[in-house]
């Protein structure tokens, strides 16, 4: 089992629609989270960090749930330039690795 | 402020050749890192280093080497390319906190790599 599984997609919404994205961690040590979008042949850039319960960013909701152990994200109101891959990340501190991250998500905005 | 800087953006070699990846950032940032990116695998970590002349292992470690001679520079050496180290790779840093607490990634632009 992965340590940090997505949901592969693709997610083809249309423009103006809501979607989540949901990703589950196998480490009950890690500590904090972290959302990275990467465009299509492009470096990953951090798009939000989740330290407690959740965080919100303009049309962007990050939300954790130590609980079940899943991190989700939403974005409200797509827009075209949101059609990216996003990706799950985890930090412990306790790990060699420090972060690990999942496969991504991809997601497509169409008009 | 150019961030992290990686050399080259794409490289062919054939099996057995020798290459360095160049990555460097000018962010006086202490942690540097390695990864490759293969489909469906997600980033995979193969060497970091918390400062200037100390590197460890990542979680793919065999076939590469790395050195941290200075702040700035975190070269990736491939000894003797293998069609299995065809993959795009990103050097990647972070000011850490203290040198062993690392969260967010500064990442370079990525080398298209392909071993035939």
């Known amino acids: 089992r992965k340590e940090v599984e997505q949901d592969p997609g693709p997610f083809n919404v249309p423009e103006g629609a809501t979607v989540a994205f949901n990703c589950t961690y196998s480490?009950?040590?890690?500590?904090?989270f972290f959302w990275y979008r990467q465009d299509c042949r492009k470096e990953p850039k951090l798009l939000m960090s989740?330290?407690?319960s959740g965080n919100e960013d303009g049309r962007f909701t990050a939300q954790l749930n130590r609980a079940s152990q899943y991190i989700s994200l939403l974005i409200r109101d797509s827009k075209l330039s949101d059609s990216a891959t996003y990706l799950c990340v985890a930090f412990s501190s306790g790990s060699a690795r420090q972060l690990t991250f999942g496969s991504g998500t991809q997601l497509t905005v169409l008009p | 402020n150019a961030g992290v800087t990686q050399t080259p953006k794409f490289q062919v070699l054939k099996t057995g050749q020798s290459m360095t990846l160049q990555c460097a950032q000018d962010?006086?940032?202490?942690?540097m890192s390695w990864y490759r990116q293969d489909p469906g695998m997600g980033l995979r970590l193969i060497h970091y280093?918390?400062?200037?002349?100390?590197?460890d292992q990542g979680e793919v470690p065999n076939g590469y080497n790395v050195s941290r001679s200075t702040t700035e520079d975190f070269p990736l050496r491939l000894l003797s390319a293998a069609p299995s180290q065809t993959s795009v790779y990103f050097c990647?840093?972070?000011?850490?906190?203290?040198?062993?607490?690392?969260?967010?990634?500064?990442f370079g632009s990525g080398t298209q790599l392909s071993v035939l």
């Open positions: 280093s918390v400062g200037a002349g100390i590197t």
């Open positions: 989740v330290y407690s």
């Open positions: 480490n009950s040590a890690s500590q904090s």
């Open positions: 990647a840093s972070s000011p850490g906190t203290g040198g062993y607490r690392v969260e967010k990634l500064f």
């Open positions: 962010m006086n940032h202490e942690y």
